[in-house]
């Protein structure tokens, strides 16, 4: 594994990856927009440097907000001068905006990996995420170490849109499940049957994916009234709902059941629950 690291954008995730990488051996740069954001990964070990020193580093990821953020990053990296480089953007984009990422970094004589990731913080401090890269061959074997540190599974798609194309796709069904599961449970209003009862035969049902397993409590909680601050938030979702459908516009394809889910989660996000867990919109669902 390399041993210059630079990680660019400290939320959640880009916080997540430093720490996991530190505790691998890594030395760790990181840089964030908001300084602030700097301090859990500095505390674990990592220096906080500006563009220039985070384009000195080997191998760079970046864990950002959209595409906007992403290509202003590599903007100021490619100014800096990153000849010899791996870039890897780990962000979720469209794909027209991940292979024009890779068009600027290769241009400016780096390596470019895009890297989207299934998962949410608990799995990346742990190394079990699932990636989903594209790039050329020689680009992503030469990623593969970094990746094989944050991620359980790790496959090579092809192309950096191809890897975008992935990761909306594997999105889209989480999206629509928490609205599906909230209208299952409206059927059992009046009913008189406990909501944490409710939720363990339908986790324990074929109705029952990995991800209500995973979060069967945080669903009973907010079924309560009890939300919580969630690692992939109502707002995350509804970004990547409406990336997804933008490419279905784009192409002629046709996703009613996303397209009728979407109102549900801006509805949320204006009721001010965007900051949420995913899993909350249930409980709107579950009201009708």
């Given at each position: 594994m390399?041993?210059s690291?630079g990680i660019?954008?400290t939320g959640?995730?880009?916080?997540a990856f430093?720490?996991?990488l530190?505790?691998?051996g890594?030395s760790a740069r990181?840089?964030?927009r908001?300084p602030?954001?700097?301090a859990?990964?500095?505390?674990?070990?990592?220096?906080a440097?500006?563009?220039?020193g985070?384009?000195?580093?080997d191998v760079?990821?970046?864990?950002?907000?959209?595409?906007?953020a992403?290509?202003?990053?590599v903007q100021g990296?490619?100014a800096?001068?990153?000849?010899g480089?791996l870039?890897i953007?780990?962000s979720?984009?469209?794909?027209?905006e991940?292979?024009a990422l890779?068009?600027?970094v290769t241009?400016a004589?780096?390596d470019?990996v895009h890297c989207?990731?299934g998962?949410?913080?608990?799995p990346?401090?742990?190394g079990?995420?699932l990636?989903?890269?594209g790039?050329t061959?020689?680009?992503f074997?030469?990623?593969?170490?970094v990746?094989g540190?944050l991620c359980?599974?790790?496959e090579h798609l092809?192309?950096?849109?191809?890897?975008a194309?992935?990761?909306l796709a594997v999105?889209?069904?989480?999206?629509?499940?928490?609205q599906?599961?909230?209208?299952?449970?409206?059927?059992?209003?009046?009913?008189g049957?406990p909501h944490?009862l409710?939720i363990?035969?339908?986790a324990?049902?074929s109705?029952g994916?990995?991800v209500?397993?995973n979060?069967?409590q945080?669903?009973?909680?907010?079924?309560g009234?009890?939300?919580?601050?969630?690692?992939f938030?109502?707002?995350?979702?509804?970004k990547?709902?409406?990336l997804?459908?933008?490419l279905?516009?784009?192409?002629?394809a046709?996703?009613?059941?996303?397209?009728?889910?979407a109102?549900?989660?801006?509805?949320?996000?204006?009721?001010?629950?965007?900051?949420?867990?995913g899993a909350?919109l249930?409980?709107?669902?579950a009201?009708?």
């Amino acid at each position: 594994m390399t041993s210059s690291i630079g990680i660019a954008g400290t939320g959640r995730m880009g916080t997540a990856f430093a720490l996991r990488l530190i505790e691998m051996g890594a030395s760790a740069r990181v840089w964030n927009r908001s300084p602030a954001g700097l301090a859990k990964a500095v505390a674990a070990g990592a220096t906080a440097v500006d563009l220039g020193g985070l384009a000195g580093c080997d191998v760079i990821l970046l864990s950002l907000t959209n595409a906007e953020a992403s290509t202003a990053v590599v903007q100021g990296l490619v100014a800096a001068g990153i000849a010899g480089r791996l870039v890897i953007d780990m962000s979720t984009l469209l794909p027209a905006e991940a292979d024009a990422l890779a068009g600027l970094v290769t241009g400016a004589g780096a390596d470019f990996v895009h890297c989207p990731v299934g998962g949410t913080v608990a799995p990346a401090l742990k190394g079990q995420l699932l990636g989903m890269a594209g790039g050329t061959v020689a680009a992503f074997e030469r990623a593969r170490p970094v990746l094989g540190q944050l991620c359980r599974r790790v496959e090579h798609l092809g192309t950096a849109g191809a890897a975008a194309r992935m990761k909306l796709a594997v999105n889209l069904p989480l999206a629509v499940y928490w609205q599906t599961l909230g209208e299952s449970l409206a059927l059992l209003r009046d009913a008189g049957v406990p909501h944490e009862l409710a939720i363990s035969l339908i986790a324990d049902s074929s109705a029952g994916p990995t991800v209500l397993k995973n979060r069967a409590q945080v669903v009973v909680d907010t079924l309560g009234g009890t939300d919580q601050p969630g690692t992939f938030d109502i707002a995350g979702l509804l970004k990547d709902l409406t990336l997804a459908l933008q490419l279905a516009e784009a192409e002629g394809a046709a996703l009613p059941l996303a397209e009728a889910a979407a109102p549900r989660y801006r509805a949320a996000v204006e009721a001010g629950l965007g900051g949420f867990d995913g899993a909350s919109l249930t409980r709107l669902a579950a009201k009708g």
